[in-house]
Nanobody
Framework: VQLVESGGGSVQAGGSLRLSCDASGYKYRGYCMTWFRQVPGKEREAVAAIDSDGTPTYADSAKGRFTISEDTMKNTVPLQMNSLKPLDRGIYYC?????????????????????WGQGTQVTVS
């Protein structure tokens, strides 16, 4: 299983970025795909997830500003981030796991995921 993030960068507050997670090496549609954010000294925080049937869910901090989707043909999971705030800065990681029926409660917990990408840096000033 391989996950590769891209699309990070530096933007001013109010700007937008589109991250992408390219997935390979497994049966893609069977997994919950989640974006996490991490800043130095803090644990990884779940931002948004999309489960195996395409249902999205968001952390409160992301609702109304971020949109997670999936392109099953390309095996990618984009995260569109609008109205960015300085608090959105950090390294964004893509994670994948088969959470099954537990996903509504389990998606927020980094410890539940076996598969991770290397991360992409987002800076908001």
């Amino acid at each position: 299983v391989q996950l590769v993030e891209s699309g990070g960068g530096s933007v001013q507050a109010g700007g937008s970025l589109r991250l992408s997670c390219d997935a390979s090496g497994y049966k893609y549609r069977g997994y919950c795909m989640t974006w996490f954010r991490q800043v130095p000294g803090k644990e990884r925080e779940a931002v948004a997830a999309i489960d195996s049937d395409g249902t999205p869910t968001y952390a409160d901090s992301a609702k109304g500003r971020f949109t997670i989707s999936e392109d099953t043909m390309k095996n990618t999971v984009p995260l569109q981030m609008n109205s960015l705030k300085p608090l959105d800065r950090g390294i964004y990681y893509c994670a994948a796991e088969d959470l099954g029926s537990r996903w509504p409660e389990a998606w927020k917990y980094a410890s539940r995921y076996r598969y991770w990408g290397q991360g992409t840096q987002v800076t908001v000033s």
